[in-house]
Each structure stands twice: as C-alpha cells, then as structure tokens.
C-alpha cells in the first residue's frame, strides 16, 4: 500500500479512498433523489402538455434574456457614472460597443464560411480520390 506524502500513517490512504467512495455514493444517491423529486414530474408534464410547456419555456427564455440584458445595461451604466463618465461618453460606449462587436462577428463569420468551403473542397477532393484509389 502506497503512503501519502504528507503522512507518516500508512492509514491515511485508506481512509481517504473510503471518503472518496462514500463522497461518490452520497452524490449518486442525491442525483438519484434530486432526479426522482424534482425532474421527473417537470419531464412528465412536458410530454403530456407539450404546447403549454413549450410556451412556457419560451417565455421564461424571452423574459431571462430581457432580465440579463436589462440588468447588465444598467448595471454598466451605474459603473460607468461612479467612474465619472459623463452621460455623452456613456451613450458614445454603448453605441459603439455594439457596432465594435458586430464587425468582429462578421469577421468571425466569414472565417467560419472560408472554413466550411476549405473543408468542403478537401473532402470532396479527397472522396474522388479515394473512389479512384478503389477502382
């Protein structure tokens, strides 16, 4: 049996492979309970209501994403006025954030296409020679 090296017991490594199997089976046993409790009857009812429960998630989407948006705008601006920006200055940064990080989209977009076609052209390539290896 190894010994741990920051011990002089050589029971320490025992004990802890038996924590470590008791901290495993604790965990299961939550995720087993938590999944009985508490996502059973969620999955349960989205598979008898499917309409409602797909409207309700996507109001719940729609309404946490205006929430995030909403707070993250004021909570910048709230930043921005204790740093001492004016008001000009802070509507100056949330316009030109936003355009700043549409470009980089595009850009990011574009080298996505550029690799899409690249991949497409190797493959392609690469099918015909391997038909013609075959044959």
């Known amino acids: 049996m190894m010994k741990n090296e920051n011990s002089t017991n050589h029971l320490v490594v025992p004990k802890q492979i038996l924590l470590l199997f008791i ?3 604790v965990s299961a046993f939550i ?3 938590f999944i009985d409790l508490v996502l059973f009857p969620v999955i349960m009812f ?5 309409e409602l429960f797909t409207s309700l998630v996507k109001i719940f989407s729609i309404a946490g994403l205006i929430i995030m948006v909403v707070y993250g705008v ?3 601006m709230v930043s921005l006025k204790r740093k001492g920006f004016t008001p000009g200055s802070i509507a100056r940064h949330f316009i030109a954030r936003p355009g ?5 989209s595009l850009a990011v977009l574009f080298l996505f296409f550029l690799l899409v076609g690249f ?3 190797l493959f ?4 015909l020679l ?4 075959l044959h």
């Open 119 to 121: 991949l497409y052209i």
């Open 130 to 133: 391997l038909y013609q290896i």
């Open 100 to 104: 700043r990080y549409f470009l980089i």
């Open 23 to 25: 901290s495993i089976a």
């Open 31 to 33: 995720i087993v309970v």
């Open 74 to 76: 004021l909570y910048r």
């Open 124 to 127: 392609h390539g690469n099918h």
């Open 46 to 50: 989205a598979v008898n209501n499917k």
